[in-house]
C-alpha cells in the first residue's frame, strides 16, 4: 500500500512535467500567453505538490520526525541521508515559489517561471527518482 503513494505522486510529477513542456515548448514568449502561463504555474505547484507529499510520506514511513512546515519536510530528508544537500537546497527553493503561486504573497515573474521550467523543474523529478529507489 506505502508503495502505492510513491507510485502515485511519481505518477503526477511526471504527468506535470509532460504538462509543462506541451505549453512550453521551449519558447519563452509562450509564457506571455496567460492561458499557457496558467497552465505552467498550475503544473510547477501541483508536481511541488507531489514531491512535499512524497517527503512526508517518507517521513512518516520511516517515523524521522514531525516536520513544521514543507520545507522541514526536504531538510529532514537531507538530515537522514535519503537526499544530498544540493537537491535539498533545490526542493526547498521550489516550495518558495509554490508558496509565492498557492498564495499571491507577489506577483509572479515570468523570468522566474522561465528559469524553473528550464534549470529547475528537473530537480523535482530527480527527487522522485531518489523515492522509487526506495521501494525497489
Known sequence: MANDVIYNK???IEK???RINEEYLGNPDNLENFTKQDSIILNIQRASEAAIDLAMHIISENSLGIPQN???GFEILYKNEFIDLKLCTKLKAMVGFRNIA???Y???NIEIIEKIIDKHIYDIKEFS???L???K
Open 70 to 72: 514543507s520545507r522541514d
Open 106 to 108: 507577489q506577483e509572479i
Open 129 to 131: 527518482k531518489v523515492c
Open 133 to 135: 529507489k526506495l521501494i
Open 16 to 18: 506535470c512535467i509532460d
Open 102 to 104: 498557492v498564495h499571491d
Open 10 to 12: 511519481v505518477s503526477i
